[in-house]
């Protein structure tokens, strides 16, 4: 853990920032989010860029809003629980449960529970990924939604998998390379993936700490500020950030929309 990240202190300062800019988490229920099984048009057919990128982000935003929703439900209740074990207030068994799953999901472990960095461990992986960061990933992955992995393996995000059988073997695949791309069943499985990938990945350690970052200083997630934490999503580094941030920029209207 970096310095001044480490200790008490920092760790109940977190809590209570976060807990600030989520009031009444304690009321919030434990919900199964199923996920949607909407088919991934045929954005190839669209001839017009304009229409194409429209379209496209209309299909996936409603899919990348759900699964921030679900992941939010889950931090909240991951806030709820901390705030009873700092009350010292008795955490029912099944609670118990669901928290221990929750750890092990996001890869969290370590200290007991009664040691701060552990909670902020959690709150630093289990938080939303910006809408506007997530939309505009996919559209440059995935070509907006036309290449191959896409069309046949609903993967927007280019994400491999290195078991074989696992996924779409790359035409252009390195000689003596194992990796495969990931084959979905649904454009929303590769949504959930995605953010699961960067909220647990030790590659985005620092999309992470960027993130809560602005949490601390009471700021909302800025997709453009964030993709700088993300140079090792691509070989191409720093040059891909910069693709990203002004794919921001040109479609910022296609963005609102």
Known sequence: MPAGLQGCRTGVILVTAVLFLFPGCREEAKVRFPLPTAILPDFHAIQDAGERKKKFFAFLRPLVEEENRRVMERRRMILRLYGEHRAKTAVSWTDIKWLEGVLEEYGVSGPAAGDPSLWENLLRRVDMVPLNLALVQAAKESGWGTSRFARE????????????????????????????????????????????????????????????????????????????????????????LDEIREMMWTNRRYLKS
């Open 153 to 240: 393996g609903s993967n927007l995000y280019g994400q491999r998998c290195f078991t074989q059988g696992c996924g779409i073997v790359p035409v252009r695949r390195e000689a003596g390379a194992v990796y495969e791309v990931r084959r979905f069943d649904s454009a929303a499985e590769s949504v959930r993936s995605y953010i699961h990938n960067l909220n647990t990945n030790d590659a985005y350690r620092r999309f992470r700490l960027m993130r809560m970052f602005q949490r601390l200083e009471g700021k909302d997630p800025d997709g453009f500020s964030l993709a700088e934490g993300l140079p090792r999503y691509s070989e191409r580094t720093f040059r891909y």
